[in-house]
């Protein structure tokens, strides 16, 4: 952990209706004191899903990731594709508006570039 300055984390979960983070910013928050990291990027795949994806996870990434034990962080890159039976672009328009929603402390930190992309794929 202490030469470690880069994650790249590629998940794909099927049916989000509880966590769609698979837990991870509870794993991130046990490696916020003892880490170097510049960078953490996220590419999360949900299929098969017909719900909002949202939860507490989002907004939990958010917290861990903006507190000073992360002093080292430069960059966070999160990147959702959504795989949806539901022809509805609510679902589309809501994951856009994450950045203000569930990501306000990134969103506007001075310290970290924050980089958030939204690709749903219509089955």
Sequence with gaps: MQTLKHIFLNICVDNARGDPL???PSELEDMRTKNIIE?????IRVEQTDTSCSGEAWGRLDE????????????????????????????????????WTQFPRLSTSNSVSFDFKVNPVWW
């Design 39 to 43: 960078s953490v990027t996220i590419e």
């Design 64 to 99: 861990v990731l903006t507190t000073p034990e992360w002093f080292a962080l430069k960059r966070v890159s999160l990147a959702i594709e959504i795989a949806t039976y539901d022809s509805d672009d609510r679902l589309e328009v809501a994951l856009l508006q994450f950045p």
């Design 22 to 24: 698979c837990g991870i």
